[in-house]
């Protein structure tokens, strides 16, 4: 029985997928229709009437389209909410006399084994003759269920088409109503951005305050020494939880990086707006900019396998004992990886001083030089800085290069030919392996993302303010 079953549920499952991948194309089809209908009508109306038309053909079209396929899409959108709860709770029922009453997390295994047998991975000798019916029925009202949605979308679609096609007249306000609804949509795609963040730091937050239940701020804050007691080697022993060698190591490697990258992307950027052919530009800086383009897990391997034995190599040449693995080797590539950040950001911020201040400088009979070190570059100072403080806030949020190339030592000291761990790779490391969420081993993640999130929004903070006065001084 079982052997027949698996390419009927196969065959049914297909039949349910491609349904739900022709959904898109039905709907837009109907809403194509609409559009048709809508802007025929309104050239009917405005050639027949003297009256004329409050709005273009256009925005007719525009809201007969929109009329068909909103309410569609909010039936599609409830439909999906609603219908896995009512084939959850129907295919439940179906198994409840075979294996008695079931806890949820029960249901969500049954679920999962009658979900395998429906899609024809699940072993077929394992398989009970229940598990087999309720596949089947699961599979059923899948179908039923997606020829339903499908049904009701396009009987709302054509009663809204009817109804607002009748509607059409000279005084309606097509354009008004489509404008607000361009509004509305654009309003909730913001609230998705901003309400994803709330989200994010409300998520950081609830769980650091869970690890302050356990751990003292004063011991994160102020402490020295880090060194997590995960729980699978010890037990009854804590750990211990000081971001200070954490924060110091962040900072190490995010100071050597800016020293590389600061000089060589606003020199990049000087010649590149001041002194570069035309020519020379076109083809210089979209090459440059590569670089930006460049995944950081390329970065990160580049410093490992090439930086980090040349350092190593280096110091023995000179008797100086370099770690492969240090905050030397992360920082320098680091700093090679937000050389294009900088160097665009001030180039346009360069190119964007008057002309007329330079012209005046050099009227003045000073030379190319001067006009740029006494008058093109005070200009843009705000705008440079501005640069400057965002890439801060992206060498302090970079991962993957100090994951491989920082040596993962988290210790204060102040060399940076020595292995330093930075808060990005503490917080991989403590949400890496099979662990226990409720414990502080963990849940210090959640504190150190909320430590290196408040940094990074104050470094943001700054720069845009920056930024704005900048953009204000010349606007």
């Not at 405005?46 to 389209?65: D, F």
């Not at 949509?185 to 963040?197: F, G, Q």
Request: with cysteine; hydrophobic share 55%; aromatic share 8%.
């Amino acid at each position: 029985m079982s052997g027949h079953t698996g390419p009927t549920l196969n065959k049914a499952v297909n039949g349910v997928e491609m349904s739900n991948l022709t959904l898109v194309a039905i709907l837009l089809m109907i809403m194509a229709v609409a559009y048709q209908l809508g802007l025929t009508k309104s050239r009917a109306i405005e050639k027949g009437t003297v009256a004329r038309m409050h709005s273009r053909p256009g925005y007719y079209g525009m809201l007969t389209a929109l009329w068909c396929g909103v309410p569609a899409f909010l039936i599609f959108a409830i439909w999906s909410l609603i219908e896995p709860t009512v084939i959850r709770s129907l295919v439940i029922a179906e198994i409840v006399p075979h294996v008695g009453e079931l806890s949820s997390q029960q249901i969500a295994v049954q679920m999962r084994r009658i979900e395998n047998v429906a899609s024809g991975f699940a072993a077929t000798a394992s398989v009970q003759d229940y598990e087999i019916i309720a596949a089947e029925r699961l599979t059923r009202l899948q179908a039923i269920g997606s020829l339903a949605m499908i049904g009701a979308m396009a009987a709302v679609a054509m009663a809204a088409l009817v109804l607002v096609r009748r509607r059409i007249h000279p005084n309606m306000r097509a354009r008004n109503a489509v404008e607000t609804f361009t509004l509305i949509v654009l309003m909730m795609c913001s609230a998705v951005a901003v309400m994803t963040t709330i989200g994010i730091v409300l998520s950081m937050l609830g769980e650091s305050l869970r690890f302050f239940e356990v751990v003292s701020p004063i011991d994160f804050f102020f402490g020295t020494t880090w060194n997590p007691a995960f729980s699978t080697t010890s037990p009854d022993r804590l750990g211990d939880f000081g971001l200070l060698p954490l924060l110091w190591g962040t900072l190490m490697v995010t100071v050597i990086a800016l020293l590389i990258a600061i000089p060589v992307g606003l020199m990049t950027a000087i010649y590149m707006a001041e002194y570069a052919p035309s020519w020379v530009r076109s083809s210089a800086k979209p090459v440059i900019e590569v670089l930006a383009g460049i995944p950081t897990i390329v970065y990160g391997v580049f410093a490992l396998m090439i930086v980090g034995p040349f350092f190593a190599d280096l110091g023995e040449t000179f008797g100086i004992t370099i770690r492969a693995t240090s905050a030397l080797t992360a920082g320098v590539v680091m700093g090679i990886m937000i050389i294009p950040f900088i160097s665009s950001l001030a180039d346009d911020v360069i190119t964007q001083v008057p002309r007329a201040m330079r012209d005046g400088s050099l009227g003045l009979g000073a030379t190319k030089s001067e006009t740029i070190r006494k008058v093109v570059l005070p200009a843009a100072l705000p705008g440079i800085v501005g640069a400057f403080l965002l890439a801060t806030s992206r060498a302090v949020g970079e991962t993957m290069i100090v994951l491989l190339a920082a040596g993962n030592s988290p210790s204060l000291h102040a060399n940076p030919f020595e292995a330093v761990s930075t808060v990005t790779v503490s917080i991989v490391n403590q949400l890496t392996g099979d662990q226990d969420f409720a414990s502080a081993q963990s849940l210090v993640a959640f504190a150190l993302g909320l430590t290196l999130f408040v940094i990074t929004l104050i470094l943001n903070v700054i720069a845009l303010i920056i930024v704005r006065k900048y953009r204000e001084q010349y606007e």
